[in-house]
């Protein structure tokens, strides 16, 4: 499990977006396995959603969710800090072009520079997430 769920909201006036909600945890609190995030550049990306905007959006009511949303999820990937614009990848890889960086063609093969292990996991899925223009929502903590 990596953490991330995600949804396709039933609501046809949105369109029936997806979003991804982070699954709170003990030790991360409501960033659950995002908690590695909090803190650095990436933290102002996620919105942190109140409970019962999240619950009105998955009974089928998106609009409150839609208005505390933010930027859409793909201009987020290019707010991303520069230092994780190249693939960790770029200099082994055969297959390295000038589109192996965050934004609206990165390949699913791209790696993050700056972390390692699970942690660049969870990071690469968020990018591709993002990518697909899927939201990521946090549940503010009651």
């Known amino acids: ?12 006036r949105w369109g029936e977006p997806t979003i991804a909600r982070v699954i709170p945890t003990e030790e991360g609190g409501p960033w659950g396995r995002l908690q590695f995030l909090v803190g650095t550049d990436w933290e102002p990306l996620f919105p942190v959603v109140p409970k019962l905007v ?12 839609m208005r505390v949303l933010g930027p ?5 990937v290019k707010r991303l800090p520069v230092v994780e614009l190249p693939c960790a ?11 192996c960086v965050p934004g609206p063609k990165v390949p699913d093969c791209w790696e993050t520079p700056t972390f390692k292990g699970a ?15 899927v939201a990521i929502v946090i549940e503010e903590p009651e």
Do not use: Y
Request: proline share 11%; hydrophobic share 40%; aromatic share 4%.
């Open 89 to 99: 990848q770029r200099a082994s890889c055969v297959s390295h072009t000038p589109f």
């Open 1 to 12: 499990m990596n953490g991330i769920v995600t949804v396709k909201l039933p609501d046809p």
């Open 119 to 133: 942690e660049a996991n969870l990071v690469n899925r968020v990018v591709l997430l993002w990518r697909d223009g």
């Open 54 to 65: 999240l619950d009105q959006a998955l009974r089928g009511h998106a609009t409150p969710l």
């Open 72 to 76: 859409p999820p793909k201009a987020l």
